[in-house]
Structures are given as C-alpha cells and as structure tokens.
C-alpha cells in the first residue's frame, strides 16, 4: 500500500485535517518588513484559525506575549479551554529569526548549537499586524517524518468582536494568503472569564 494514502486514511480516522492538506508544502509567505518583536508583548485572543486544524475542540483561546531576558526573544504563552482536556496550557521562547527574514518568529534559539532530535522547529511567519488591534500568522510542520505538513493560519485581536472595518481589512489579507480550500474557523468566546 502506498505510504501516503496509507497516513492520509488514518488521519481522515483520526478527523485531524483534510487529507490534501497534509501534503501540500510548507510555505513561506511574505512577512512584516521591520517586525518589532517588542510590539507585540501583551495578551492576544485567537480570534480565528484555519478550520481542520488540531485546535478544532477548543474555545477561550488566548496567546499571551511576554518579554524575556533574551535579546529579541518573546515568550509565546497559549491558553485554550476543551472538553476533552480542559485547560491547555503551552509555552515556548519564540526568537526573531532574522536570518530568514524579519517578521519570523523561531523555536529555535540561533545562540544555541545543541540538537535536540525529538523537537522539531517551527517557524511563525508574522503576515501581518498593526500592532494594536490585529494580528494574522501562519505556520507549519512536518510530521510522518517528512510525508506530511500541517498548515496552520490564524488571526489574534485583542478583543472578542472587532469592527465591520477591521473585519474588512483582515479579509482582504485571507484572502490573498490563505488557499481556497481553507476555511477559517471563528474562536467560541462564549462565557469565557480569562480573556484579560
């Protein structure tokens, strides 16, 4: 049997993504020119995200941005609510990687030479924000040793409901980023009482 239609049964089993998805590329789309990593420090609500993803179950979704005592480092606190596992809670140091680029956000610390082979890198493509009110990222993996990415696009805003003007705004950038297959998921903000 093939390899690939063999992960793509199991993950339409697993209910985790469309299969198509899975092995598409990761991509590397254009990011923020100047990105000032320091702007974004405060709490975020993930106002939507890319419908199929991991993510699907949960509600009261949050990532809190704070500072660390690393040079162009931020620590990216995500928080969500499930009824299959409650409160999640994930933290990792996220380093501007100017590198590849401003405006990319790395796991990977470029001060350290050690490897660690069960963690893989990701890159948080920053596609555009005002540093205020909104804020629409893109990232991905691969998994399946290689025959399989994940594809994850998500919109933060500082407030549960945003303005028909910012909604129009954040629209014009989806749709010139995010693939025609893709449908963005709007977070249950419904009795939630963390999101400050």
């Given at each position: 049997?093939?390899?690939?239609?063999?992960?793509?049964?199991?993950?339409?089993?697993?209910?985790?993504?469309?299969?198509?998805?899975?092995?598409?590329?990761?991509?590397?789309?254009?990011?923020?020119?100047?990105?000032?990593?320091?702007?974004?420090?405060?709490?975020?609500?993930?106002?939507?995200?890319?419908?199929?993803?991991?993510?699907?179950?949960?509600?009261?979704?949050?990532?809190?941005?704070?500072?660390?005592?690393?040079?162009?480092?931020?620590?990216?606190?995500?928080?969500?609510?499930?009824?299959?596992?409650?409160?999640?809670?994930y933290s990792v140091i996220q380093y501007n990687d100017y590198e590849n680029g401003t405006g990319i956000l790395s796991t990977l610390n470029k001060n350290d030479r050690s490897i660690d082979l069960w963690n893989e890198n990701i890159n948080y493509y920053i596609i555009s924000t005002d540093y205020e009110s909104y804020l629409i990222g893109y990232f991905c993996s691969y998994k399946y040793f290689g025959m399989a990415s994940e594809h994850n696009y998500y919109v933060l805003t500082k407030t549960p409901s945003i303005s028909d003007d910012l909604k129009s705004e954040i629209k014009i950038v989806l749709d010139r980023i995010v693939p025609l297959d893709f449908e963005m998921t709007h977070t249950d903000f419904n009795n939630c009482n963390n999101l400050s």
């Open positions: 049997m093939n390899s690939k239609f063999f992960i793509c049964v199991l993950l339409l089993i697993n209910r985790e993504i469309e299969c198509l998805n899975w092995f598409r590329q990761c991509q590397r789309p254009k990011t923020v020119e100047n990105f000032n990593i320091d702007k974004i420090i405060g709490t975020w609500l993930i106002y939507s995200y890319s419908k199929g993803t991991p993510i699907d179950n949960f509600k009261c979704m949050k990532t809190i941005y704070k500072p660390t005592t690393q040079p162009d480092a931020i620590i990216s606190n995500s928080l969500a609510w499930s009824f299959y596992t409650k409160w999640l809670d």
